[in-house]
T-cell receptor, first 113, second 115 residues
Framework: AQSVTQLGSHVSVSEGALVLLRCNYS??????LFWYVQYPNQGLQLLLK??????LVKGINGFEAEFKKSETSFHLTKPSAHMSDAAEYFC???????????FGTGTRLQVFP | EAGVTQFPSHSVIEKGQTVTLRCDPI?????LYWYRRVMGKEIKFLLH????????ESGMPNNRFLAERTGGTYSTLKVQPAELEDSGVYFC?????????????FGNGTRLTVT
């Protein structure tokens, strides 16, 4: 069965530092992949999605993610962290022919001044 | 445009009681989904409505959970009787088309605590 693994439940970076949040999927057939962000007391918002077009996907707020089939990964990056990036981030997969997202356990990002 | 609204935002009930969660999707969105996050774990799919029909209810944990979407507008999720392991955050989401063709909009969630 499809699963999504997010390494690191908590990640801390300094303001201005690189953000790297890891996500791996388990599937012989690459699914569609998404990153969502949840700010405190809010619902999840879509950051970006991969749908088998370009392997490097750009999202909102300066985030991007690269799909690497050989590594079954879809890591999220941002060159320079901002205090407002502090939130919980979820990687999710959508297997073909379903409308059911499979989420990872989430990574909470803390940004220190 | 109003977003997806859920209420209550918090609910604390005792084991054995009944709770009903409500979700109002964005107007015109035929697809409505329920997800749940148990503390510290992943967000898990519960079920998917297309209009008033249940398209996929494979994620519903057991028959203590009942979801309805009368008239294809708002949806309710009833837990009866509630058990301790039902505690978590219940998210509702809606989309106009399928997940690839249109974005999924989430509500802020209902935090359910069963004591």
């Amino acid at each position: 069965a499809q699963s999504v693994t997010q390494l690191g439940s908590h990640v801390s970076v300094s303001e201005g530092a690189l953000v790297l949040l890891r996500c791996n999927y388990s599937s012989s057939v690459p699914p569609y992949l998404f990153w969502y962000v949840q700010y405190p007391n809010q619902g999840l918002q879509l950051l970006l999605k991969y749908t088998s077009a370009a392997t490097l996907v750009k999202g909102i707020n300066g985030f991007e993610a690269e799909f690497k089939k050989s590594e079954t990964s879809f890591h999220l990056t941002k060159p320079s962290a901002h205090m407002s990036d502090a939130a919980e981030y979820f990687c999710a997969a959508l297997p073909y022919n379903t409308d059911k997202l499979i989420f990872g356990t989430g990574t909470r990002l803390q940004v220190f001044p | 445009e109003a977003g997806v609204t859920q209420f209550p935002s918090h609910s604390v009930i005792e084991k054995g009681q009944t709770v009903t969660l409500r979700c109002d999707p964005i107007s015109g969105h035929d697809n409505l989904y329920w997800y749940r996050r148990v503390m510290g774990k992943e967000i898990k799919f519960l079920l998917h409505f297309v209009k008033e029909s249940k398209q996929d209810e494979s994620g519903m944990p057991n028959n203590r959970f009942l979801a309805e979407r009368t008239g294809g507008t708002y949806s309710t999720l009833k837990v009866q009787p509630a058990e301790l392991e039902d505690s978590g955050v219940y998210f509702c989401a809606s989309s106009q088309d399928g997940l690839l063709n249109s974005p999924l909009h989430f509500g802020n969630g209902t935090r359910l605590t069963v004591t």
